[in-house]
């Protein structure tokens, strides 16, 4: 496997492009995917009980026929706490660019983000669905595009692809994604597209997505506020020519691999774009009974305020980590943790078998200092690890989150 | 039942003091309580795994012999992550009153609040010990002393007293707090004393407090971090005369109603004193079907970071709260919920049936603007509800938690 360069344009058979289409002011904010065959699409969903109106247009498709050929996307109005007005403008976009492109409403994802309970401007969109549809490209440069048009408060665009031989041909997967897991507010939302020409059963497609976005996306958090509009899509149209993977094979554990790799990246991006971070901060637990129990454990420590905020000032306030993983809700001994800080400027064991080492201060500020820093825990009880990713907590996410709505 | 003047040293056969005993710099750092009879004692400690030295200590006591006759209390060091020795300080503290009292030494409950994973000082600890002993008093004075003596990053110091005609005797209730609940990092923990005269069974005395923990100190939150220390002690030494109570009866009931409005009040005081904090934050659910949904809802609500920067902002920002009620685990029908916010200056209907009410935003900002304000959410399916209770998230919180530990 290998990082090449492009996103959700890099597999076969895939068009995109980003446009301002007037939602927002003076801003880019609607993508278009699109691909010339039929793909087989897998997707996951929030877990909100209040889940916006694309979501329960994109469930009926990944839930009942499975496939589609384009995905339009629009930022800056979350078409959340809509109603039916609102579930009527998905289907209304759909349609639009099925009679654009001559296929069915139901081939047509869409996906929004932005402030929860207003009206998406349903004109605006139907005529920025007709812009796109002439502009599509398969350059690397409209895939970026793409990416630019769905952020929010995202400070960076989040792309990248990769490439797998698979069965003797080589497969491609490209993404782009917008915000910071569970956090943006007004501007609510994760969202993820991931194309890829992998020839893959539907069944499998849906496998994979799952298990890796467990791994990735749900791994992240910024602030631990869920939001109602969470999707990761993913379309594979099969033009790589690799025989098609149908069982849990070589294949399919290269295909996951690759899958993993770009949904991996995408998260971490996101976590180091959180609103307002200055540092990527990432919760390794290891020498777990289960993953289960470390996964919980990682989650814990990486959701925690103060220790977000220690994170920022640089601060090696063990204590609140421990504490974190105390009320967790997973058990294990405090008095056998082992916790190392480590980035780029070094690693430094913090405390072992659950007290204080009587490490240099200096020095673990120093190593604190970089742009991404890790915290590592060892409760040596077994063999199991997980990983978490997040950010520190700042001044600016105080900010951007207390503005008035404007 | 009302309002008196007063605090832990406000009911018969209590005395109290607040020194600096060395351990924060030019600031009171220990406090006693003591009383002059033998009391049934009543506690609930926090429920991190990470369990700090004096939780242990005082475990031992209140599911043990039951009985105490003093408290003493230290700030600036938590004891938490200690291992044996802080265990071992927590006995020469007890020791050390017990020998000035002439009592045994599991006649004296501890507690800590500060810094987790330093040890504390025991000498100036027992230094300070002598000193109270010296300086107990059983004046109001003194007992705010006491409520001085615990504060870390506390910006007030929290007492209540009442008092309420129990078996044709009046029964006097007092307490003191510290904290902002789950949050105070470094500073970690809250921690709440409440004495009384009433004459109460043991086992009645613990089931109050239970009941009284869960509506209460259980209801708030400042940032969800849940500290090692976390402790309320309730201690009864009978000499208000009334007839013991023995079973729930209408005497239990008005005891009971009693402690809950001590209880009520320095949680609330808490929340409103949360790091960083402008505002109480208080979230009502009501028409729920059960009241384990509402307190879930309620909960969830009152600890969402955007709610909480939205308070700070004074901005309506409705989908937040509803977004916070959609992934707190509990269901409920998002098309069925009435929302209001509410203050001083007026209440104001945000949102009808799960959409907006067109309600006016200056209108809104204006009722957000007071000190204290409420969100009402109606979900229209039952006749059960729940208050929680927090602050908002302000610069202030990041720059007290980011600062570096000195």
């Given amino acids: 496997m290998q990082e090449i360069h492009g996103g959700v344009t890099a597999a076969k058979g895939f068009t995109a492009i980003g446009v301002a289409a007037g939602i927002k002011k003076d801003r880019k904010d609607m993508a278009m995917i699109y691909s010339e065959a039929e793909c087989r699409v ?54 639009k660019a099925a009679e654009l492109f001559g296929i069915e409403a139901n081939q047509v994802l869409v996906a929004s983000t932005g402030v929860i309970g207003q009206q ?70 994760m969202l993820s597209f991931v194309t ?31 939001s109602t509009n969470d999707t990761c899509l993913l379309l594979a149209n099969g033009q790589a020519g690799n025989p098609e993977i149908t069982a ?71 204590g609140r980590i421990l504490c974190a993983m105390g009320y967790s809700g997973a058990q294990f001994d405090p008095e056998k943790v082992d916790l190392y800080f480590e980035s780029a400027a070094g690693r430094l064991k913090i405390i072992e078998d659950g007290v204080s080492t009587g490490y240099s201060e200096e020095e673990a500020t120093r190593i604190l200092s970089e742009d991404a820093v890790t915290a590592i825990a060892d409760i040596k009880t077994g063999d199991a690890g997980a990983t978490a990713w997040g950010c520190d907590l700042t001044y600016d996410y105080v900010k951007i989150n207390a503005d008035y709505r404007s």
Same sequence: chains 1, 2.
């Fill in 196 to 226: 890829t020409d992998a020839c893959i059963s539907q069944k499998l497609l849906q496998k994979a997505l799952s298990a890796s976005v467990a791994d990735s996306y749900n791994m992240i958090s910024v602030d631990g506020d869920t």
């Fill in 248 to 318: 849990e094979d070589e294949d399919y554990a290269k295909f996951a691999e690759a899958l993993n790799y770009v949904n991996t990246c995408l998260a971490k991006r996101m976590a180091a774009d959180g609103e307002g971070a200055t540092k990527l901060f990432e919760v390794k637990v290891v020498g777990a009974e289960s993953k289960e129990q470390a996964v919980t454990l990682a989650k814990s420590v990486v959701s925690s305020s103060l220790t977000k905020a220690a994170i920022y000032g640089r601060d090696a306030n063990w």
């Fill in 42 to 95: 897998a997707g996951t969903f929030t877990t909100n009980v209040v889940k916006a109106a694309p979501i329960k247009w994109d469930q009926d498709i990944v839930y009942g026929n499975k496939t589609a050929r384009a995905v339009v996307v629009n930022s800056g109005v979350a078409n959340a706490c809509t109603g039916a007005e609102g579930f009527g403008y998905c289907r209304e976009t759909a349609e």
């Fill in 120 to 189: 998406i401007p349903i004109d605006k969109i139907k005529a920025g669905v007709e812009k796109m549809k002439q502009l599509l490209s398969g350059s690397a440069a409209a895939g970026t595009l793409a990416a630019e048009a769905i952020m929010t408060t995202d400070t960076v665009k989040k792309e990248i692809a990769v490439e797998v031989e698979i069965g003797g041909k080589t497969v491609t997967l490209g993404g782009m994604s917008k915000g910071s897991g569970m956090i943006h507010p007004n501007m609510c939302t």
